[in-house]
């Protein structure tokens, strides 16, 4: 793989320069773009749960990202960052995967539970050797989710741990108070049982989870699947504990055939409700890419790379129909995201990257993907919540930043649970070099209220687009454009609006509503209809 270190080309720095010339020319030699919107079709149910969340034990990404102490002098409630819950807040994070990721398959739940002083410190030997204090255990995890009113995604020790230890961890976490499991819960300060909404069987058993060739790690999930029982009695019906199974890796499709076929032949004593992808978008492995220098044919690769997604989730899904045509389990992409080069000066197994408005564009054309498959695709996380790959907050100390990933999230908060309403456009040519990418990208939602959302990305770099929302009678647009002068703009704790929204409105003309959308950017829109 090339390690791309060439600084930002000229065009970017025209751009940084604010030199408006080429771009407002070629803006206004450019045709509109003609979005059609079918406002009376009906598209499958958006999940709010694609908007989940990664917080693994890596980095910084829990201590210090999350968790502080109880004692820290940064403001916490009982021990949790609260400038971080109010950031999380605001996004309505539906769901928090934890605490792997690779570390799950080596997390023994007992050391984090009980007294702080008794709790056990362990190496955490995935990420960086680091000590792990184990502080920060299924209580303080159970807390965190309560606090930013979201829902536990527990991910069980399938690779070195035992049914019966996962077993019992979920019986400590939803066992009624007066058995002995729920005593202890109890004693650690909750008597009511925890809901254990999403359940992981393992992470990555084709590798780090262990290495499991796939009827191997069939044969292990089904008991898992049928052992590690939830006995909160409110989680029955629609609030039952979904099983998630390791899928996946990538393109590969041996999982997905193993898994899938076993399910299709489940018997009364055990099934599964999800099926698990990892893809992220590397550039190539190790990652090399630098998420705060890069040029233009760096941008467009990791663009290109984004967009395979798409067919991914379509050659998964074709697998999927076969064995269960009716789209009962859905697939979960539960880590995915940009993973680059660690920033310079981090410890390297820490996975500290910064996050530039390209990643805003990564998150945004991946949400329109996960979008335009919500019949199967139900539930993804973002790899990872805090300080750790694609994070939507970074941290240091008592210092926090919301990154441009984050405004994408808040931008499509409309989308959680809308219905997604079709589009059709001609997506244009956006080249770099030999690479050929879509000009634009587009999606539009009717949200739970009934409003007509529309969502446009422009991945160009250079070129502003007109959008003309042709047939459709719109009187306006109001919602927010999230853009800035270069595509490697970043926020820091110093400048921390670099990239940051901005309220954006349009009027319908006599022409029609017209949106201009500017160069490298993402416009979230509310389309008001003529009346
Ligand atoms: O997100 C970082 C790591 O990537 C996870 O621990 C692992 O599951 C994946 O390989």
């Known amino acids: 793989m090339t390690r791309l270190t060439r600084p930002l080309a000229a065009w970017a720095v025209a751009l940084a320069l604010g030199a408006p010339t080429l771009v407002q020319a070629q803006a206004k030699a450019d045709p509109p773009i003609t979005v059609r919107i079918d406002p009376g079709a009906q598209g499958p149910k958006i999940d709010r749960n694609i908007f989940g969340q990664f917080a693994e034990h890596l980095g910084t990404g829990v201590y210090g990202g999350v968790w502080v102490g109880k004692d820290s002098p940064i403001p916490n409630t009982r021990g949790i960052r609260k400038d971080v819950v ?22 023994h ?65 939803t066992a ?6 729920g005593k202890e819960r109890a004693a650690n300060g909750h ?21 499991m060739r796939p009827d191997y790690y069939t044969d292990e999930m089904k008991r898992y699947a049928r052992f590690v029982r939830n006995y909160n009695p409110k989680q029955t019906g629609a609030e039952a504990m979904q099983r998630i199974a390791v ?16 399910q299709k032949s489940h018997d009364w004593a055990w099934n599964i409700e999800g099926l698990s992808l990892h893809s992220y978008t590397t550039g190539g492995w190790p990652p090399s890419y630098s998420s705060t220098r890069f040029d233009e044919t760096a941008y467009a690769k990791l663009l290109q790379e984004t967009l395979g997604m798409d067919d991914l989730i379509a050659k998964h899904a074709a697998i999927m129909d076969k064995y269960d045509p009716d789209k009962k389990v859905p697939l979960v992409v539960d880590e995915w995201g940009v993973w680059l080069a660690p920033l310079e000066g981090s410890t390297p197994g820490f996975l500290a990257q910064q996050n530039s408005l390209r990643d805003a564009i990564v998150a945004a054309l991946n949400l329109n993907i996960f979008a335009r498959h919500a019949d199967r695709v139900r539930m993804t996380n973002i790899a990872q919540m805090i300080n750790v790959l694609q994070a939507m907050i970074l941290t240091d100390k008592d210092k926090i ?46 949200d739970t209220q009934g409003k007509l959302w529309l969502s446009v990305t422009n991945l160009d770099p250079a070129r502003a687009a007109t959008i003309d929302l042709a047939g459709f009678k719109a009187a306006s647009a109001s919602g927010q454009l999230l853009t800035a002068s270069r595509v490697d703009a970043i926020n820091t ?19 029609g509503l017209m949106l201009e959308v500017p160069a490298k950017s993402i416009l979230v829109v509310q389309l008001a209809p003529k009346v």
């Open 109 to 173: 739940w007992r050391h984090g539970v009980g007294p702080a002083a008794n709790r056990r410190e362990t190496i955490n030997s995935n990420w960086g050797g680091a000590v792990e204090p184990n502080t920060f255990g299924t209580d303080e995890f159970m807390d965190f989710v309560d606090q930013i009113g979201s829902e536990a995604y527990v991910s069980v020790n399938i690779g070195s741990g035992t049914v019966e230890e996962a077993a019992a961890w979920v019986e400590y976490m």
């Open 176 to 181: 009624d108070p007066q058995t002995t499991a």
């Open 401 to 446: 930043v919301l990154t441009p990933t984050y405004h994408v999230y808040k931008m499509y908060l409309p989308f959680q649970d809308a219905t997604l309403v079709p589009v059709s456009f001609d997506k244009g040519t956006y080249a770099q070099g030999d690479i050929k990418l879509p000009r634009i990208d587009a999606t539009a939602v009717r």
């Open 191 to 211: 008597p009511a049982p925890y809901k254990v909404k999403y359940l992981g069987l393992g992470n990555e058993s084709w590798s780090c989870g262990g290495a």
């Open 247 to 262: 899928g996946p890796n990538q393109g590969d499709t041996a999982y997905t055939e193993a898994v899938m076929a076993a």
């Open 86 to 107: 109010e950031a999380l807040r605001a996004i309505k994070v539906p769901n928090v995967r934890w605490p792997g990721g690779c570390f799950a398959d080596e997390y």
């Open 493 to 511: 704790f110093d400048a921390p609006n670099t990239v940051a929204p901005k309220p954006y409105s349009a009027k319908a003309s006599a022409k």
